[in-house]
T-cell receptor
Framework: NAGVTQTPKFRILKIGQSMTLQCTQDMNHNYMYWYRQDPGMGLKLIYYSVGAGITDKGEVPNGYNVSRSTTEDFPLRLELAAPSQTSVYFC??????????????FGPGTRLTVL | AQSVTQLDSHVSVSEGTPVLLRCNYSSSYSPSLFWYVQHPNKGLQLLLKYTSAATLVKGINGFEAEFKKSETSFHLTKPSAHMSDAAEYFCVVSAVFPSNTGKLIFGQGTTLQVKP
């Protein structure tokens, strides 16, 4: 299994540009997540999905959109990039059955800079 | 609501000496707790997890953590540090209130430096 894969690894955007960060998992996990990590900080949840067709906001959803058309894919869309969105973005997935044990598997991250 | 506090932002040890990374949590319910490690420019990797079984949890690479309900702590330890242990460590709690959504709540992280 490849686990959780993310593309691209690095990207530089200009203010106002848009882009999509791709995330794919091959573990048949039902839950998927997008986090951002700012320097010296922990991870903050942007959006998450409990299954295909179902998404919900996390702590910091403003400026982002997501979709989940398949179990495997969970792309994150930035519509109008702003410098405040400069961060490292991590996608994660888990098989969550409703108990408290929710081990999440993380992708390698996408480092985004908005200038 | 749940929260987690990592008491040290930076910890520096010499190679071969013990490691202690401190974590306190707040939860009205019996929590699931995790420690993740992040090496420079890498994703996060699970070190160990507590899910209400044994209170002393053993993880990968010689790390272990003890769940102490009376102290609301989940400190991470290792008897002897190795240079390859230098990384960022995150203490994490699974959010179960007000609903069990599967969300994880991350601490701010502790940077472990290992000196030769």
């Amino acid at each position: 299994n490849a686990g959780v894969t993310q593309t691209p690894k690095f990207r530089i955007l200009k203010i106002g540009q848009s882009m999509t960060l791709q995330c794919t998992q091959d573990m048949n996990h039902n839950y998927m997540y997008w986090y951002r990590q700012d320097p010296g900080m922990g991870l903050k949840l942007i959006y998450y999905s409990v299954g295909a067709g179902i998404t919900d906001k996390g702590e910091v959803p403003n400026g982002y959109n997501v979709s989940r058309s398949t179990t495997e894919d969970f792309p994150l869309r930035l519509e109008l990039a702003a410098p405040s969105q400069t961060s490292v973005y991590f996608c994660a997935s888990s098989y969550f059955s409703g108990t408290t044990n929710n081990e999440q598997f993380f992708g390698p991250g996408t480092r985004l800079t908005v200038l | 609501a749940q929260s987690v506090t990592q008491l040290d932002s930076h910890v520096s040890v010499s190679e071969g000496t013990p490691v202690l990374l401190r974590c306190n949590y707040s939860s009205s319910y019996s929590p699931s707790l995790f420690w993740y490690v992040q090496h420079p420019n890498k994703g996060l990797q699970l070190l160990l997890k507590y899910t209400s079984a044994a209170t002393l949890v053993k993880g990968i690479n010689g790390f272990e953590a003890e769940f102490k309900k009376s102290e609301t702590s989940f400190h991470l330890t290792k008897p002897s540090a190795h240079m390859s242990d230098a990384a960022e460590y995150f203490c994490v709690v699974s959010a179960v209130f007000p609903s069990n959504t599967g969300k994880l709540i991350f601490g701010q992280g502790t940077t472990l430096q290992v000196k030769p």
